[in-house]
């Protein structure tokens, strides 16, 4: 069964610092991986897409990284900024039409 | 429609009852996808349809999951003698063509499930 880390759980910075949040599965043959975020009581949004082909991928302030052989991916925020506060959930496609989610890093941040 | 719409957003029923969600997916998305999340978790998969047929079913937990996609657009996602343990936000989804066509996933705000 493959198995997403995310590190840390909880994570609180001050508004206008860089952060990463990191991502780890225990199977590297993977197709691609979807980094979300999710405010509380409401669904998931797509931030980043990255393929397995990539190496990284970039959105505005955001950037996904991809290192397959070390089963890794990080998500790099520049400049947070309060409205960044979400829970941020990785979510890695083994080649079939399932997502394997993380549990998440619950990031705050301070205004 | 503009997004995924999921009805009700909150449901509260007594152990034992039967329980039907409502997804309703992007207009022309063809694959369509039910998650469960649990308090503190990230979502478990639960089925994937892939037109009108459910192509992967094998996230159902047992044989009171039931989901079924008609006409190929709307799903009902069915959870017969509902337990306390069903109590979570269920979660839909739904891609163009699927994830092997490199298409991201647009979720759905969730229905919430209290088992009593």
């Known amino acids: 069964k493959q198995e997403v880390t995310q590190i840390p759980a909880a994570l609180s910075v001050p508004e206008g610092e860089n952060l990463v949040l990191n991502c780890s599965f225990t199977?590297?043959?993977?197709?691609?991986l979807q980094w979300f975020r999710q405010d509380p009581g409401k669904g998931l949004t797509s931030l980043l897409l990255i393929q397995s082909s990539q190496r990284e991928q970039t959105s505005g302030r955001l950037n996904a990284s991809l290192d397959k052989s070390s089963g890794r991916s990080t998500l790099y925020i520049a400049a947070s900024q309060p409205g960044d506060s979400a829970t941020y959930l990785c979510?890695?496609?083994?080649?079939?039409?399932?997502?394997?989610f993380g549990t998440g890093t619950r990031l705050t941040i301070i205004p | 429609g503009a997004g995924v719409s999921q009805t009700p957003s909150n449901k509260v029923t007594e152990k034992g009852k039967y329980v039907e969600l409502r997804c309703d997916p992007i207009s022309g998305h063809t694959a369509l996808y039910w998650y469960r999340q649990s308090l503190g978790q990230g979502p478990e998969f639960l089925i994937y349809f892939q037109g009108t047929g459910a192509a992967d079913d094998s996230g159902l937990p047992n044989d009171r999951f039931f989901a079924v996609r008609p006409e190929g657009s709307v799903s009902t996602l069915k959870i017969q003698r509902t337990e306390r343990g069903d109590s979570a936000v269920y979660l839909c989804?739904?891609?163009?063509?699927?994830?092997?066509?490199?298409?991201?996933?647009?979720f759905g705000a969730g229905s919430r499930l209290t088992v009593l």
């Open positions: 199977d590297s043959a993977i197709y691609n």
């Open positions: 979510a890695p496609n083994f080649g079939n039409e399932k997502l394997t």
């Open positions: 989804a739904s891609s163009g063509t699927g994830l092997s066509g490199a298409n991201v996933l647009t």
